[in-house]
């Protein structure tokens, strides 16, 4: 069969996804793409049925990298036309939210086989952008604006860490688990929303009874994704030999578990703080009953004092 092949020196194209300019073809390591030298690619076929049957991706390099440095370019000259440092703020925090959001829903959809050829360039995108987003905090500091948290800074670090290794090491095994970590982006505009509505006053209405309730199962459910996602990229590390065998399968590993932690950690707090709001109100509602002349228990009058 492989003489026959050899002879009709048929080409089998691999599947293509078509991005305006950017043209990216992927194929699995067994599937060689063929030349116009049918013997040679029987060799080439033969050197990759050796190989393991993992997506490559033969992206033009940079896109990724070029579309969050045209983010973070176009913020800085925004925020630079910004007056008050308040200002600055809420403007920085909405050009990162779209972006966020729609990286991480692009990186939902890039979840399916089908459009597992999008998963390098999303993947790129987060890790520079996040690794960009600490010199953004950097240059703003010195300019009077303020400092990036440590929780946040510590998510960061272990994000371009794990991104690093998903892009660099194991020709592109971790594509699958990286791009879904990407998509726990989506979650961007809750805390943004709810330091706008802090500041305007908003809290106490709809809007805070709206972020009382989605938040907390938004982040639940960011939490238990990312815990699946460190499931998963052990998965990998284990099919790739293990851990003696898998080389730099602690950055994976760390990175994904210290992201996992910061979910935790932030999930723990809105929890908290929504029940902290809950009993506030409660207290309130029972100390204007008392005031209102009842004991705030079954509404009837508060005992009053005998006349002297």
Request: hydrophobic share 40%.
């Amino acid at each position: 069969p492989r003489a026959a092949h050899a002879e009709e020196g048929v080409a089998e194209e691999n599947p293509r996804l078509d991005l305006g300019p950017i043209s990216i073809t992927y194929h699995k390591y067994d599937r060689e793409r063929r030349g116009a030298d049918g013997a040679t690619a029987g060799k080439q076929a033969d050197k990759g049925r050796k190989r393991a049957g993992n997506f490559v991706l033969d992206a033009l390099p940079g896109k990724g990298t070029q579309t969050a440095v045209l983010c973070l370019a176009s913020k800085m000259f925004a925020v630079s036309c910004a007056g008050a440092a308040k200002e600055r703020e809420t403007l920085a925090a909405g050009i990162d939210m779209g972006f966020l959001v729609l990286i991480g829903a692009l990186s939902g959809i890039a979840t399916k086989d089908s459009l597992g050829a999008i998963r390098q360039t999303l993947v790129e995108i987060a890790v520079v952008h996040l690794a960009l987003e600490m010199f953004y905090s950097w240059w703003d500091t010195s300019n009077g604006g303020k400092p990036m948290s440590k929780d946040m800074l510590v998510h960061h670090v272990a994000a371009v860490v794990a991104g690093t290794f998903c892009l660099f090491m194991h020709n592109g095994a971790f594509f699958g688990p990286g791009v879904k970590l990407v998509v726990t982006e989506c979650t961007t505009a809750l805390p943004v929303s709810l330091r706008l509505a802090k500041a305007s006053g908003k809290l106490r209405g709809i809007h805070g009874a709206a972020l009382g309730l989605i938040m907390p199962l938004a982040f639940l459910w960011r939490t238990r994704y990312s815990w699946n996602v460190l499931k998963e990229t052990m998965g990998v590390v284990k099919d790739k030999g293990g851990m003696r065998k898998c080389k730099g399968w602690w950055m994976a590993a760390g990175g994904v578990a210290t992201v996992f932690c910061c979910n935790v950690y932030w999930t723990a707090k809105i929890v908290q703080g929504a029940y902290k709001k809950l009993t506030k109100g409660k207290k309130k509602a029972d100390k204007k009953k008392e005031e209102n002349g009842t004991n705030g228990t079954n509404g009837t009058p508060a005992p009053s004092e005998p006349a002297k």
